[in-house]
C-alpha cells in the first residue's frame, strides 16, 4: 500500500456512506464525552438526550455488498434533532454483519452529504486509498465502527467485526442493541485484546501484535475520535489511560492560539498535548503520566512527542489533513 498524499476522483457511492458515519459519530460522541457525565447502562444520558427509530422502506445504499434491512435512529436533545444514524445489515459470505451510516434527514441519502464537511472528506479518501491500494488479502485493525466502515465500503477484512455486550449495554449503543447484531462467541475475545493493545506500552503491544499476525499483511486505521472512547476501551479490560482534556477558546492568531494551548499543556500535565481545531475553540487532550505517552494509542495518534519518533516497525503510510485526524498504519 502506497502513501499517496493527492486527490483522486472519488468512484464509489459506498464511500459516501463512510464519511458521513464520521461526521455524525463526531457530533453525538462529542456531545456525550464533554457536554454529558457519564451515562449508566442502559439508561439514556442526563440533559435531554434520546432517540427515536424508525424501519426503512427503501434501501438505496449499496457498499462492496448488498443492504438486507435499513433502520433510521434520531437523536434528539430536548426535542431539537442534531443528529441521525442509520444501521444498515448486509450480508458477507456465511456472517451477518452491520454498519452505522448516517442520512442526514428522514428521507435523505447518504449520499447526498455535505462537500464541506472535513471529516466526510478525510473518510471518502481513506476508504478510496484503501480500496485502491490495500492488498486484497491486507488485515485491518482499528475498533468495532471503524472497522465496519471498512469492510462494508472496501471489502477488506478487518480483526473486528462488530461491537459485544460491554459496548451494546452502555447508552447511546444500547438503544441500538436489537439492530446492531453483538459480536460472535468466536470473534468476542478480540475486542478485549485490541482494547489491551490500543492501552498498553507500544513496544510491547507491537510484539504481541507481530506473534499474533506472523505472515500477514496488517495494517492499522486509528482516529482522534477514539480518545472519546477510552472509557469504552477500559471497560474491555483496556489499561486505564492518564489523560486531561479541556477546551480552549480560538482567536483570530493561530500562533497564540498554539501557545496557549502549550502553556494549558505543561501547566497541567506532561506537556504532551493533541489538540483538535473545532469552529472557534479547540480540544485538547494531554498525557499526565509516562505510561500514558507509551500507550500505542498516544504513539499512533498526533500527540505532539508521538510525531517526533513512530514506534519501531511501524510505517505511516496514509494521513489525512486537520492536524492528522486519520492515519492509517502497517505493521512491518
Same mark, same amino acid.
Not at 506537556?271 to 498516544?298: H, I, S
Given at each position: 500500500? *502506497?502513501?499517496?498524499?493527492?486527490?483522486?476522483?472519488?468512484?464509489? =457511492?459506498?464511500?459516501?456512506?463512510? @464519511?458521513?458515519?464520521?461526521?455524525?459519530?463526531?457530533?453525538?460522541?462529542?456531545?456525550?464525552?464533554?457536554?454529558?457525565?457519564?451515562?449508566?447502562?442502559?439508561?439514556?444520558? %442526563?440533559?435531554?438526550?434520546?432517540?427515536?427509530? +424508525?424501519?426503512?422502506?427503501?434501501?438505496?445504499?449499496?457498499?462492496?455488498?448488498?443492504?438486507?434491512?435499513?433502520?433510521?435512529?434520531?437523536?434528539?436533545?430536548?426535542?431539537?434533532?442534531?443528529?441521525?444514524? $442509520?444501521?444498515?445489515?448486509?450480508?458477507?459470505?456465511?456472517?451477518?454483519?452491520?454498519?452505522?451510516?448516517?442520512?442526514?434527514?428522514?428521507?435523505?441519502?447518504?449520499?447526498?452529504?455535505?462537500?464541506?464537511?472535513?471529516?466526510?472528506? &478525510?473518510?471518502?479518501?481513506?476508504?478510496?486509498?484503501?480500496?485502491?491500494?490495500?492488498?486484497?488479502?491486507?488485515?485491518?485493525?482499528?475498533?468495532?465502527?471503524?472497522?465496519? $466502515?471498512?469492510?462494508?465500503?472496501?471489502?477488506?477484512?478487518?480483526?473486528?467485526?462488530?461491537? =459485544?455486550?460491554?459496548?451494546?449495554?452502555?447508552?447511546?449503543?444500547? @438503544?441500538?442493541?436489537?439492530?446492531?447484531? @453483538?459480536?460472535?462467541?468466536?470473534?468476542?475475545?478480540?475486542?478485549?485484546?485490541?482494547?489491551?493493545?490500543?492501552?498498553?506500552?507500544?513496544?510491547?503491544?507491537?510484539? +504481541?501484535?507481530? $506473534?499474533?499476525?506472523?505472515?500477514?499483511?496488517?495494517?492499522?486505521?486509528?482516529?482522534?475520535?477514539?480518545?472519546?472512547? &477510552?472509557?469504552?476501551?477500559?471497560?474491555?479490560?483496556?489499561?486505564?489511560?492518564?489523560?486531561?482534556?479541556?477546551?480552549?477558546? =480560538?482567536?483570530?492568531?493561530?500562533?497564540?492560539?498554539?501557545?496557549?494551548?502549550?502553556?494549558?499543556?505543561?501547566?497541567?500535565?506532561? =506537556?504532551?498535548?493533541?489538540? *483538535?481545531?473545532?469552529?472557534?475553540?479547540?480540544?485538547?487532550?494531554?498525557?499526565?503520566?509516562?505510561? %500514558?505517552?507509551?500507550?500505542?494509542?498516544?504513539?499512533?495518534?498526533?500527540?505532539? +512527542?508521538?510525531?517526533?519518533?513512530?514506534?519501531?516497525?511501524?510505517?505511516?503510510?496514509?494521513?489525512?489533513?486537520?492536524?492528522?485526524?486519520?492515519?492509517?498504519?502497517?505493521?512491518?
Amino acid at each position: 500500500m *502506497q502513501t499517496l498524499m493527492h486527490d483522486n476522483p472519488l468512484r464509489r =457511492g459506498a464511500l459516501w456512506m463512510l @464519511a458521513l458515519s464520521a461526521l455524525v459519530a463526531g457530533v453525538v460522541l462529542l456531545v456525550l464525552a464533554w457536554q454529558q457525565p457519564a451515562p449508566a447502562p442502559t439508561a439514556p444520558a %442526563a440533559g435531554g438526550l434520546r432517540i427515536e427509530r +424508525e424501519v426503512v422502506t427503501e434501501i438505496d445504499e449499496a457498499g462492496r455488498f448488498p443492504a438486507q434491512a435499513a433502520f433510521n435512529y434520531q437523536f434528539l436533545d430536548h426535542e431539537l434533532p442534531i443528529a441521525r444514524w $442509520r444501521v444498515i445489515h448486509y450480508q458477507a459470505g456465511d456472517l451477518r454483519r452491520a454498519v452505522i451510516a448516517y442520512p442526514s434527514s428522514a428521507k435523505a441519502s447518504v449520499f447526498s452529504a455535505d462537500p464541506g464537511d472535513l471529516r466526510q472528506q &478525510i473518510w471518502l479518501k481513506a476508504s478510496q486509498v484503501i480500496a485502491e491500494h490495500a492488498p486484497d488479502d491486507a488485515l485491518f485493525l482499528g475498533w468495532w465502527d471503524d472497522s465496519q $466502515r471498512i469492510h462494508f465500503a472496501t471489502g477488506r477484512e478487518t480483526w473486528l467485526t462488530a461491537p =459485544g455486550e460491554v459496548t451494546l449495554q452502555q447508552w447511546p449503543w444500547s @438503544a441500538l442493541a436489537g439492530d446492531l447484531p @453483538a459480536v460472535n462467541a468466536d470473534h468476542a475475545p478480540r475486542l478485549a485484546q485490541l482494547a489491551r493493545w490500543l492501552t498498553m506500552p507500544a513496544d510491547q503491544a507491537l510484539a +504481541e501484535i507481530a $506473534r499474533t499476525f506472523q505472515g500477514r499483511s496488517v495494517y492499522f486505521v486509528v482516529t482522534k475520535d477514539l480518545l472519546s472512547r &477510552i472509557d469504552e476501551l477500559a471497560r474491555y479490560q483496556g489499561n486505564s489511560l492518564a489523560l486531561i482534556k479541556h477546551k480552549i477558546p =480560538g482567536g483570530g492568531d493561530l500562533h497564540g492560539d498554539i501557545a496557549q494551548v502549550q502553556r494549558w499543556a505543561r501547566e497541567q500535565a506532561s =506537556g504532551n498535548y493533541l489538540l *483538535q481545531k473545532e469552529q472557534g475553540f479547540y480540544r485538547v487532550w494531554a498525557t499526565q503520566t509516562p505510561a %500514558a505517552e507509551q500507550a500505542l494509542l498516544v504513539r499512533l495518534l498526533p500527540f505532539a +512527542e508521538s510525531l517526533k519518533r513512530l514506534p519501531t516497525d511501524v510505517s505511516l503510510v496514509w494521513q489525512s489533513g486537520w492536524g492528522g485526524y486519520l492515519s492509517v498504519y502497517q505493521f512491518q
